[in-house]
C-alpha cells in the first residue's frame, strides 16, 4: 500500500509508525545499554576471574553468594542518623540497613514512607570475605559503636565509628555522614585480608514507567554500562570506575571517590539482577551516597555524579534540555509553566524551519492538481513521470519533503524530553494546575490527552493534505485517537509539552493558511481586472 503514498506522505508514515513503535517498545521493553568490552572483562572469559568468584562465594553457579543475606544473626539498631530530609539508620553488622525519606512527595502507592535500602539482598557497605571461615565468623560477631544517635544539622555533618573484633582481625568503619544523603566511608583492617564492600539493591518505592532499572557503571572516557534488572548474565570486572549505582527511576545507592585500581565486580543473583561490589585493601576510603537522583544536589556532592541521570539513546539532547528547564524553572517557580516555557523556547528556535515546511506542503497542495495530471499522462513511464513531477515541484519553489522535515526534526526533541520526563525526580509531587498535582504521573482525568488528541486532530484539519486514495486519508486520521490512546499513561509533564506544542503548531499553520488565501485573493482579483480590461 505504501507505493501509492507520495514521497511526503511515506515519510510522515514512517516517522508516525517509527513513534508508535518506539513508545510501545519502550512501555514494555526498555532499552538496554551494550557494555564496551575495552573497560569490562567477562569472568568466563578469564580465569583469574572464575577463581576470584570461587573463593567469594563458596556456591554454585545457580546461586551466586553475592546474592544471599548474612541470616545467622538477626540484626538491630545500631546507630541511627537524623537529618532534615532523611532518618538512617546503621544495623549490628556494620550496614546502611534503613534510609528512609521524609518528604510526602516521595511516599510509595500505599502512602508510607519511602524506604531506600531494599529489604532483600546485600546492603550498602557489607563487607564479605574471601575466607571462608572468617566470613562466617563476620555474620555473628556484632559491630559497636561509638555513637547510638546522631542529629544532623541543615547544613551539618558528624561521625561515628564502627568496630568489629574478629579472630586474629579488626574491623573498623569510619563513616562521616552529611545533611545532603552523602557519606565518607574508611574501612581499616588490622590485618591484611581480602575482602569486598557491597554497593547494596535498589531502591523499591514506587511501581517503575516505563524506564531502566538495575546498576551502572560510569567508568573510563564517559563509559555508561547498564545491567538491566533481569538481564544479568555471568560476572563482569572493571576498573578506572568513577563511580557505581544502583538505581530505579528516582532513586540510587552509589559509591564513588576510590582509587581509579580499585576492582568493582558486577555480578548476578538469584534473579538476574545486578549485584556490586568494590575489592578493598587494608586500609580502603571511598564515598556514597543514598537518595534521590536530583540534579543539583549530585552536582553539589561531586559532578560527575549527575551522570547517574541517564536518559538513554538522547541523552546527548536530554541533557541541555534539562538544563534549561531547571533555568526556567528557577525564574518561574513551577515546573509545569516552565515545561510551557520550554516548548516556546524550542518552538521559537525551529521557527524558521517549520515555516518553510508549511509554506512547501501549501505550494504542492496548489499544484497537486497539475501534479496528478503528469502523473496520468505518464504512468507508463515511471522515470520520465517522475522526473516531469520533480521539475514541477522545482519550477514552484515546492519541497516534496519540506513539510516532514520539521515532524522529524521535532522526533528527538520530543523524545529527549520524553526521557527528562520519566527520569526528573524533581517533577515528583510537582503541581501544576488543580486537577494535575504530579507532573511526574499521569492526568488522572484524562483532561490533558484528550485535548492533545483534539488539538491534534484539528491540527491535521486545517494542514494542507494530497491524498488521492482515501485509505490513505483514512489512516491519517485514526492518528490522533491512537496517538491519545498512547498519552493516556504518559506523564502529565510530557503530555502537557505535546499540547502546548500543538497550539503552536496550529497558530503558525493558521497563518500561512491567511497568507496563503490572501495571495490566492489578490490573485484572483487580478485575474479579474486582467479579463475585465482585456473586454474594454
Not at 110 to 133: H, T, Y
Request: glycine residues 6%.
Amino acid at each position: 500500500m505504501l507505493e501509492k503514498f507520495t514521497p511526503n506522505q511515506r515519510l510522515i508514515v514512517a516517522v508516525a509508525l517509527s513513534f508508535a513503535f518506539f513508545i510501545g517498545y519502550t512501555t514494555l521493553v526498555p532499552p538496554k545499554s551494550s557494555v564496551n568490552e575495552s573497560n569490562v572483562t567477562k569472568a568466563n572469559t578469564v580465569k583469574e576471574s572464575v577463581s576470584q568468584s570461587a573463593v567469594v562465594t563458596k556456591q554454585s553457579d545457580s546461586t551466586p553468594a553475592a546474592a544471599t543475606e548474612m541470616k545467622t544473626t538477626k540484626t538491630d539498631t545500631l546507630t541511627t542518623v537524623s537529618a532534615k530530609e532523611f532518618t538512617l539508620k546503621i544495623d549490628t553488622l556494620g550496614r546502611i540497613g534503613s534510609v528512609i525519606l521524609s518528604d510526602k512527595k516521595h511516599n510509595g502507592k500505599d502512602g508510607k514512607l519511602s524506604e531506600l535500602v531494599a529489604p532483600e539482598g546485600a546492603k550498602p557497605i557489607q563487607i564479605r570475605f574471601a575466607d571462608q571461615a572468617l566470613n562466617e565468623a563476620a555474620a555473628k560477631v556484632p559491630y559497636t559503636s561509638d555513637a547510638s544517635n546522631i542529629a544532623l544539622g541543615e547544613n551539618g555533618k558528624s561521625t561515628v565509628v564502627l568496630t568489629q573484633n574478629l579472630p586474629e582481625l579488626t574491623v573498623t568503619k569510619t563513616l562521616t555522614f552529611y545533611a545532603d544523603g552523602h557519606y565518607d566511608a574508611k574501612i581499616a583492617l588490622s590485618n591484611e585480608k581480602r575482602y569486598f564492600v557491597y554497593l547494596g539493591q535498589h531502591p523499591q518505592i514506587i511501581e517503575q514507567m516505563m524506564t531502566v532499572v538495575g546498576g551502572m557503571v560510569y567508568s573510563g572516557d564517559k563509559l555508561t554500562t547498564i545491567f538491566k534488572d533481569g538481564d544479568v548474565e555471568g560476572q563482569s570486572l572493571f576498573t578506572d570506575v568513577h563511580f557505581v549505582s544502583a538505581f530505579d527511576q528516582y532513586y540510587a545507592s552509589m559509591m564513588y571517590g576510590f582509587d581509579k585500581s580499585t576492582q568493582v565486580t558486577i555480578e548476578r543473583d538469584a534473579k538476574s539482577n545486578a549485584v556490586t561490589y568494590l575489592e578493598g585493601n587494608t586500609n580502603f576510603t571511598f564515598n556514597g551516597y543514598i537518595g534521590p537522583k536530583e540534579y543539583k544536589t549530585l552536582e553539589a556532592i561531586n559532578p560527575v555524579l549527575v551522570n547517574a541521570i541517564e536518559y538513554g539513546w538522547f541523552t546527548f539532547v536530554a541533557a541541555p534540555i534539562f538544563k534549561i528547564l531547571m533555568w526556567l524553572h528557577g525564574m518561574i517557580g513551577n515546573w509545569g509553566w516552565s515545561i510551557i516555557a520550554l516548548t516556546i523556547l524550542i518552538r521559537v528556535f525551529l521557527y524558521p524551519l517549520t515555516h518553510k515546511g508549511m509554506v512547501s506542503m501549501q505550494k504542492i497542495k496548489e499544484i497537486a492538481p497539475r501534479i496528478k495530471e503528469v502523473q496520468e499522462k505518464y504512468k507508463g513511464d515511471p522515470a520520465r513521470m517522475n522526473a516531469a513531477v520533480m521539475e514541477m515541484y522545482k519550477k514552484h519553489g515546492a519541497n516534496p519533503l519540506g513539510g516532514c522535515l520539521p515532524l522529524v526534526l521535532q522526533i528527538p526533541v520530543f523524545f529527549a524530553i520524553y526521557r527528562v520526563l520519566l527520569n526528573a525526580v524533581e517533577l515528583q509531587g510537582a503541581p501544576w494546575v488543580l486537577w494535575v498535582t504530579d507532573l511526574s504521573r499521569m492526568d488522572p482525568y484524562y483532561i490533558l490527552p484528550i485535548l492533545m488528541g483534539a488539538t491534534m486532530y484539528y491540527q491535521q484539519k486545517i494542514t494542507p493534505s494530497n491524498f488521492t486514495d482515501p485509505l490513505q486519508e483514512k489512516i491519517f486520521k485514526f492518528l490522533p485517537v491512537i496517538f491519545t490512546f498512547f498519552f493516556f499513561t504518559f506523564p502529565a509533564g510530557l503530555v502537557l509539552y505535546w499540547f502546548v506544542n500543538n497550539i503552536f503548531s496550529i497558530a503558525q499553520q493558521f497563518m500561512v493558511n491567511k497568507q496563503f488565501e490572501a495571495a490566492r485573493a489578490m490573485r484572483h482579483e487580478t485575474h479579474l481586472a486582467e479579463k475585465h480590461h482585456e473586454k474594454d
